[in-house]
């Protein structure tokens, strides 16, 4: 199957990567070189990154691949949250200014490695050996499943409804959703079968009709009923990839203005909806800092208590048990000194990784993020599956970023069983694995 992605022209990845690999390792060498005065030198390293925006930006502007969207966000939230810490002095202690800045560029420098050698690897293409479905049954299928699971949405979520309607939704937004991990996962396949959908209607040019807009809307206000940020997003990011690479491309500079306006909107409406009585540049200084600040307390820890293995990872998929499991950016959070008014620490994948195994956790952290990126990509187009697959990836990164693999393992593992319970979809056109 093709994209319009495949049809782009004159984008040179491997030029692009390259690229950003050499301006990244002169970036390691000056901070190393400069690191007795880098708290006046973080304003240079600010430009440095702003150049890997423009060659990010103007050099593979192409929204959906490995380097574009993953090398965005993090630059966004690690590179840029660190520059505002650092200016801030955030950090609760200056000996982590280079510490952390150094942690912040050899994890993009990794990043990128993992992505330059997942193209050296080629994947089989994958020997069917049962029957397609066509469109007709795959759709039926679908729907059937979009339905059932909004049901079960809503059984999840009454009591979070009721609240609301009683006036204690606040309190009690996050208690309520204890012990219910089970009635959370089926409630939470529509979020994954709906654009699964659109994605195969726009590939084979069929109508979107009243009653998929009216699923959409559905499935939207089921998720905005907690009031967590991060699932509205990943459901917006969804279908912005699904139409961006089977229904229209859209243009860096379109993208650039309405994705500066809808982080104005959303910053401003989601934490008044929330309460929280912050003033607002407050609080965006706060959501892109937060990932890189908590960095300088887990590195006071680990001096004292050493390395927590694969803690963090063991402790996500935990919650498949019966009963409350304390995630890991709760228990981190009772167990630390890090004082957050929110329910808990935020990792991001450099501090899921350096309290793992330290520099060598983060590493191997980013390296794995990088190669998977580049292996879903090389093989995104066996299938509609394994496309959708690569798309909700990508999709999760900027959560992996912020986070950590540990927040989005238990949702990545029920796409991957999801994807290839329904990846029987006959496609129309077979191409070539695109590797570049």
């Known amino acids: 199957m093709k994209s319009y992605i495949d049809e782009i022209k004159g984008v040179k990845p491997k030029s692009v990567l390259n690229k950003l690999i050499l301006i990244t390792s002169l970036e390691i060498i000056l901070i190393m070189i400069f690191k007795e005065y880098l708290h006046t030198f973080i304003y240079f390293l600010l ?39 650092v200016i801030l002095t955030k950090y ?14 050899v994890s993009y420098l990794i990043l990128l490695i ?18 397609y479905l066509d469109y007709k049954s795959g759709a039926l299928l679908l729907y059937g499943i979009i339905l059932f699971s909004m049901v079960t949405s809503v059984i999840y979520n009454f009591p979070i409804i009721k609240a609301l309607f009683q006036g204690n939704y ?16 089926l409630g939470s396949f529509h979020t994954y079968a709906l654009p699964f959908l659109f994605m195969v209607k726009f590939h084979k040019s069929i109508k979107i009709n009243w009653f998929d807009v009216f ?17 509205v997003l990943t459901l917006f990011l969804m279908y912005l990839f699904i139409y ?20 104005l909107l959303f910053g401003s409406i989601v934490p008044a909806i929330r309460g929280i009585n912050r003033g607002y540049l407050e609080i965006l200084r706060n959501e892109i800092g937060i990932h890189t600040w908590n960095l300088s307390h887990y590195i006071e820890m680990t001096q004292e208590t050493g390395y927590f293995g694969l803690k963090p990872l063991t402790m996500a998929l935990a919650i498949l048990l019966p009963g409350h499991q304390v995630g890991f950016e709760i228990w981190i959070k009772e ?20 309290m793992e195994y330290g520099l060598v956790g983060v590493m191997i952290n980013f390296f794995i993020l990088g190669l998977l990126l580049t292996l879903l990509f090389n093989h995104r187009n066996n299938s509609y599956g394994y496309y ?7 999709n999760r990164t900027e959560s992996i970023i912020q986070f950590g693999f540990g927040k989005v393992l238990i949702t990545f593992m029920i796409v991957f069983v999801f994807v290839n319970l329904i990846n029987n979809f006959k496609p129309n056109v077979v191409s070539k694995e695109d590797t570049n």
């Open 47 to 85: 430009i440095i990154n702003l150049y890997k925006f423009y060659v990010i930006l103007f050099r593979d502007n192409r929204l959906t691949s490995p380097i574009f969207f993953t090398s965005v966000a993090f630059i966004f939230w690690m590179s840029i949250g660190n520059f505002l810490n």
């Open 92 to 105: 609760s202690n200056k000996t982590h200014y280079c510490d952390i800045t150094l942690l912040v560029s």
């Open 114 to 131: 993992g992505l330059a050698t997942g193209k050296k690897i080629r994947l089989p293409k994958i020997k069917r050996s049962h029957f």
């Open 170 to 185: 606040f309190g009690n937004r996050i208690t309520m959703i204890y012990g219910r991990g089970y009635l959370n996962m």
């Open 215 to 231: 699923l959409l809307l559905v499935s939207f206000f089921l998720i905005i009923i907690p009031l967590q940020r991060g699932p």
């Open 244 to 263: 961006n690479d089977f229904k229209k491309p859209i243009s860096i500079k379109k993208l650039i203005k309405y994705g500066f306006i809808t982080v």
């Open 335 to 354: 167990y630390s000194p890090i004082n957050v008014n929110v329910g808990g620490a935020s990792m991001s994948l450099i501090g899921e990784g350096f």
């Open 388 to 394: 959708f697959l690569f798309l909700y990836f990508l």
